[in-house]
C-alpha cells in the first residue's frame, strides 16, 4: 500500500479535465446553486450520489464543478469536514494521521491535482461512493466497493435513488431478519459491523481482559454515523419499543458493575437495531420515543467511550446524541447530554469547555429538579477548581455556592433519578465529586472526608466510581505528605480489580498519581515499585 502522501500520485497521474478559475463571487454563486439542487433532490427523497450528479449537471456548465466537488456539496458539508473524517478513518485502523489538507482537497475538487490510491480510497470511505462516481475510472485500491449494498449508481438521466419517504411507506414489507445468538429481538436485517461486535463478546468471554483494536472502535464509529444518517433522514410496535426502553434503563443499571467494554457491545448493539429502525417511516408517536432511545443509548456510548479512553469517540456519541434528543424537545433530556457531555473535557485536560458545557446544561435544566439540574453544578464546580482555583477565596467561595446548589438541587429529586448512576444523579456521586473538586483546591482535610462519605455509599460491586474515589484518597494522602501510604493505597485498590475492571481512566488517574508522587519524591523507592507494578499488574 503506499504511504501516506496519497496526493504526490497527481505528479505521474493525469488529471481530470481542469475547471476554470473560480473567484471568490463565482464560487459563492456555484455554492447557492448547489444549495437550491440539493434541497431540491432532498425533498423528493434522492441519495447523495443522485444528488451529486444533478449538481455536477447543472453546476458543471457555468462554473466547471467536477464530480468529487458535487459530492462534497450533495453532503453539505465543508472542506474541513472532509479532511477530519479522513484522519478520523486513519486512527480509527490504527494508523498515523496523515498530512491531508484542506488545500490539497480543494486542488482535487479544482481539477489541479489528481488523489494516489491511497487518498483515494478514504475520500470513497468517506463519502460512502466509488471511485467512478467521484470521477475517477480505475478502481478503488481496496478492490472492493464503498456504495452501500443495494444501491445502483444514477444512470445518464440521472435515476433517482432511494424511494421518497412517502413511497416508502408502500413498499412491500422485506423478508425476515437474521436474528444473532443471545438477541431475540425483531428488527431488520443486521450488518456487518454487528458481528464484529460479537466478535468482541466472545472474545471476553474467552478472555474477560480482552482489549478492544481499531476494527472494534472503528465499527462502533460507523454505528454511530449510521444513526446520524437515519435520525436525519427521519414501523414499529409499541411494544418492541417497551423493550428497548427496559433494556436501555437495564443498561443504566449494569453501568457501575458490569465491564465498560462488555456494557458497551448490548449498547451498540441495540443502538444499531434502533438505527434500522429510525431509517424508515414511522408514526409521530413512536419516532419521538426512538429518538429519545437513541439519544440516551448515544449519550451512554459516549460515557462508556469516557471510561474507555477514546475522548474523540466519546465526543462523537455526544454529538450524535444532541442530534436525536434535539428531535423530542425534552429540555431535561437535552441538559443531561450537555452535562455528561462536559465530562470529556473535564477528564482530559480541557477545563474551560467543561466549564462552558457545564453552564449549557444549568441553563437547560431551568428551575425544575433534574439529574442535570444537580449535576450540572457540581461540574462546574470542579471545572473551577482545575482552573487554577488553589489558594484563591474568590474561586473557594464560588465553587462552594456551586456545590450548594448541587445538594439544594439534589435534594429534590425524585426516588428514581436519585437512584440511577447514568441516567440520574445519586448522593455518593455528589460526595464523590465534591471531594474531587476540594482536593484541586487544596482542601484536602475536607476532600478526605467527601470521599469517605462517597466510598461507604458505594457497593462492592460498584467498582468503578469506588476505584476512582480510592485514587482520590491516595491523592490526598500524596498531597498530605505520605507518599508511600497514597502509592500503597493507589497500588492495592488497583490490583485487587480483575483486568476487565481497570479501564483507561482509572489507569490514566494511577498514572497521574505516579507522576506526581515522582515529581515530588523522585529517590522514594516506593515510586520506582508502583511503577514497576502499573506495568507487570
Known sequence: MPGHHGGLAAAREPGPERAPAVVPLTARREVALARQVRARELVTGSAPDTIAARINAECGPAYGTTMIRAYRLALGIALADVVAQVKAWYQAEGRKPPRFSETLLSAYESGQKRPGPEYLHYLCAVYRADPQDLGYPRPCLCGGEHRPAGREPPAAGLTPGPASPLARASRPPRGPRRVPAGR????????????????????????????????????????RRRMDDALLAGRVSATVIDRWEEDTAGYARQYMTTPPLRLLCDTLLDFGDIRRVCAERQPVESAERLCRLAGRLAGLA????????DPRLARSFFRTARTAVDET????????????????????????????????????????????????????????????????????????RMLDQAHEVLDDLPGPDRADTAFGYTERQLHFHEGDTLLALGDCQRAGRAFAQAWRRYGPGEFLDRTLITLGQARCLLESG????ALRLSRDALLSQPREQRPAIVLRAARQLGRAAAARHAMLPAVREYREALLTG
Open 482 to 485: 505520605e507518599p508511600e501510604q
Open 302 to 309: 459516549g460515557i462508556i467511550m469516557i471510561n474507555l479512553g
Open 184 to 223: 431475540d429481538a425483531p428488527g431488520p436485517a443486521a450488518e456487518p459491523d454487528d458481528d464484529v461486535l460479537r466478535g468482541m463478546l466472545l472474545r471476553l468471554q474467552a478472555d474477560s481482559g480482552a482489549a478492544a483494536d481499531g476494527a472494534f472502535f472503528g465499527a462502533a464509529d460507523r454505528i
Open 329 to 400: 424537545g425534552d429540555r431535561g433530556l437535552r441538559a443531561w447530554v450537555a452535562a455528561r457531555e462536559a465530562l470529556v473535557p473535564l477528564y482530559y485536560g480541557e477545563p474551560e469547555e467543561a466549564l462552558a458545557l457545564a453552564g449549557s446544561a444549568i441553563g437547560l435544566a431551568g428551575r425544575n429538579p433534574s439529574a442535570a439540574g444537580a449535576m450540572a453544578p457540581a461540574l462546574a464546580a470542579r471545572a473551577l477548581a482545575r482552573m487554577g482555583g488553589r489558594g484563591r477565596r474568590d474561586a473557594l467561595d464560588q465553587v462552594m
